[in-house]
Nanobody, 123 residues
């Protein structure tokens, strides 16, 4: 398994931006697809975005399309989630997860998870 550490969460006003980072501790980061997921209080976990091992295939949830951008730097073992035009409904704990092989938006297919970073968007 891969150890993942998220950072970059915080409190921001609606319309603002945040960039989340997911740092992985593995020598073979390019073998792993990475997804971002979020869970708001009292709600089920939902997928946000996912990126393939080489960064070519990318998926977004409809709720974040056009506002969020996922990217990765395999040389730095890091995946980013740039979040723009944030809305109060984006408030949640955000988690990154990694899986070997093909990219997926299905959380249950991911085997390694970070501890999460909290994002709060005030209205």
């Amino acid at each position: 398994q891969v150890q993942l550490v998220e950072s970059g969460g915080g409190l921001v006003q609606a319309g603002g931006s945040l960039r989340l980072s997911c740092a992985a501790s593995t020598r073979t980061f390019s073998d792993y697809a990475v997804g971002w997921f979020r869970q708001a209080p009292g709600k089920e976990r939902e997928s946000v975005a996912a990126i393939s091992r080489n960064g070519i295939t990318i998926y977004y949830a409809d709720s974040v399309k056009g506002r969020f951008t996922i990217s990765r730097d395999n040389a730095k073992n890091t995946v980013y989630l740039q979040m723009n035009s944030l809305k109060p409904e984006d408030t949640a704990d955000y988690y990154c997860a990694a899986k070997p092989g093909t990219v997926s938006m299905v959380a249950s297919r991911y085997e390694s998870w970070g501890q999460g970073t909290q994002v709060t968007v005030s209205s």
